[in-house]
């Protein structure tokens, strides 16, 4: 069986990323390109040159290229699109390719979505519709992500106690893979609750959504494993030097770190109880675009045979739940038991609110 694909949100200069795009579209594509079974039929962006530079480069016709993603939908009836716009229109655009009746798949990117509401609402209406929605937390596709997770399940290091992280601009953006890998080694199990606190001095814009400049976030599973996270985009040193690794999983019996700090470590050890670090060999490390190549191919995998995606909405909305739960943690000055009852961005309404009011930014 063939997939028609489409693409909403194209991007500009892939080779040149920047805080407002990584024009990921491309990305996308040469993943599907490389899936047998997925064919590319069109592309829309609201930028007519960004649009048609794409279709270039991907061998698309004049009549394949539209501004109006709407029009595109009722015109080519693809059976799997992509999303790949700013998060604070992944909603309202994901949402509308669900409701028009003829797309069986939606691909989007990470964050989900710039309020809880908008990731709830997108979860809603996919399962509502019998849509198969994924979103894009590619790195679950690494090899020493997936080496740690053998390991972890093999109990080379004992029951699973902790886990950690540390992300370099935030818990919104880079925490959305974060808190993600947190729940991917933790068998999904939902959180209970979330205590964090964050600094916002200074702007510090990412696709057009504010992220804090440093945070430190405790959370517990209910299972009793509890999770520390943090975050750095100041380069100054701060919380994440703490942690001082990508992830970090603390067993009964040893420990495994995936992308430890320093120039000389590798992607992936491990440490038992009274031994030294040992090295893990990989294929790879923590960053790759043929992750998004591995993650195309199982949702095209699982469009066919009807499993669910492991980038499924309901994982990535339990990884959402915990990055806003964070924040209205330090909105309320307190715990946060879940599920999470808010609908807004509590960072974004703290600024709206004058309760946050950073410096502006020369990179932003």
Same mark, same amino acid.
Request: proline fraction near 4%; aromatic fraction near 8%.
């Given at each position: 069986m063939t997939y028609s694909v489409a693409l909403i949100g194209t991007g500009s200069e892939p080779d040149q990323p920047n805080r407002d795009g990584y024009a990921m579209a491309y990305h996308h594509a040469a993943g599907y390109e490389k899936q047998a079974g997925c064919e590319l039929v069109a592309c829309a962006d609201i930028v007519p040159e960004n649009a048609r530079a794409f279709a270039d480069e991907f061998g698309l016709s004049d009549d394949a290229?539209?501004?109006? #993603?709407?029009?595109?939908?009722?015109?080519?009836?693809?059976?799997?699109?992509? +999303?790949?716009?700013?998060?604070? +229109?992944?909603?309202?655009?994901?949402?509308? *390719? %669900?409701?028009?009746?003829? /797309?069986?798949? /939606?691909?989007?990117?990470?964050?989900?979505?710039? &309020?809880?509401?908008?990731?709830?609402?997108?979860?809603?209406?996919?399962?509502?519709?019998? +849509?198969?929605? &994924?979103?894009?937390?590619?790195?679950?596709?690494?090899?020493?992500?997936r080496t740690a997770k053998e390991l972890l399940d093999a109990g080379e290091i004992g029951a699973l106690e902790r886990v950690e992280f540390s992300a370099p601009v935030g818990i919104f953006d880079y925490g959305s893979?974060?808190?993600?890998? =947190?729940? #991917?080694?933790?068998?999904e199990v939902p959180a209970a609750w979330v205590l964090g606190q964050i600094d916002y001095s200074e702007e510090n814009v990412l696709f057009g959504t504010h992220n804090e400049n440093q945070a430190v /976030?405790?959370?517990? #599973?209910?299972?009793?494993?509890?999770? %520390?996270?943090? !975050?750095? !985009?100041?380069?100054?040193?701060?919380? @994440?030097?703490?942690? @001082? *690794?990508? $992830?970090?999983? +603390?067993?009964?019996?040893?420990?495994?770190? /995936?992308?430890?700090d320093g120039e000389e470590l590798p992607p992936l050890r491990i440490r038992r109880d009274g031994e030294g670090w040992e090295t893990v060999e990989t294929d790879d490390g923590l960053h790759?675009?043929?992750? %998004?190549?591995?993650?195309?191919?199982?949702?095209?995998? =699982?469009?066919?045979?009807?499993? &669910?995606?492991?980038?499924?909405?309901? $994982? @990535?909305? $339990?990884?959402?739940?915990?990055i806003f739960a964070a924040w209205e943690s330090a909105r309320q000055r307190g715990r946060i038991d879940l599920p999470l009852e808010i609908d807004d961005n509590p960072l974004q309404s703290m600024l709206d609110a004058g309760e946050l009011s950073p410096e502006p930014s020369g990179e932003n």
């Open positions: 290229i539209f501004e109006d #993603y709407a029009e595109m939908l009722s015109t080519v009836k693809p059976d799997m699109v992509s +999303v790949c716009v700013p998060p604070k +229109v992944h909603a309202s655009i994901t949402v509308d *390719c %669900i409701r028009s009746g003829v /797309v069986d798949a /939606v691909h989007c990117e990470k964050p989900m979505a710039e &309020t809880y509401a908008g990731a709830k609402l997108m979860t809603q209406e996919a399962a509502r519709h019998g +849509v198969q929605l &994924t979103f894009n937390h590619q790195r679950r596709f690494s090899d020493a992500i893979h974060s808190f993600d890998l =947190c729940n #991917y080694f933790n068998d /976030v405790h959370w517990e #599973y209910e299972n009793g494993v509890h999770g %520390i996270g943090t !975050s750095d !985009s100041t380069g100054t040193g701060g919380p @994440a030097d703490a942690i @001082a *690794c990508h $992830n970090r999983l +603390v067993g009964s019996e040893g420990v495994i770190e /995936v992308g430890p790759g675009w043929a992750f %998004i190549d591995r993650a195309i191919a199982e949702n095209a995998r =699982c469009l066919q045979t009807g499993e &669910t995606p492991e980038l499924c909405a309901s $994982n @990535a909305l $339990n990884a959402t739940e915990l």
